[in-house]
């Protein structure tokens, strides 16, 4: 059985920073892309940021330079730092790993809150 526990999310003021951390169990980690999404009131649910097996990165142009993926196959974990946080960033974050060739095969953590007040 597949499990994705989030953990890091919380409350924070305007230009703080939080980090998440996403631990997988029940898969291969290290074949699969790990990444974060996040969902605010009333909107689809938009990527935020992928990380390859070969620590090969992409982000959403509108955290770009403020939040960093990273991932430790060790330990079968992805972690998003975020920093500069700003108030449009309030969003429940999800962890994703998926095939990266049949990129919908995949699974869903749960979700964790992250809010940015100003």
């Known amino acids: 059985q597949v499990h994705l526990v989030e953990s890091g999310g919380g409350l924070v003021q305007a230009g703080g920073s939080l980090r998440l951390s996403c631990a997988a169990s029940?898969?291969?980690?290290?074949?699969?892309?790990a990444g974060w999404y996040r969902q605010a009131p009333g909107k689809q649910r938009d990527l935020v940021a992928t990380i390859t097996k070969d620590n090969s990165t992409n982000y959403a142009d509108s955290v770009k330079g403020r939040f960093t993926i990273s991932r430790d196959n060790a330990k079968n974990t992805v972690l998003l730092q975020m920093n500069g946080l700003k108030p449009e960033d309030t969003a429940v974050y999800y962890c994703r790993v998926f095939n990266p060739v049949l990129r919908s095969l995949g699974y869903w953590g749960q979700g964790t809150q992250v809010t940015v007040s100003s």
């Open positions: 029940g898969i291969i980690f290290n074949s699969k892309v």
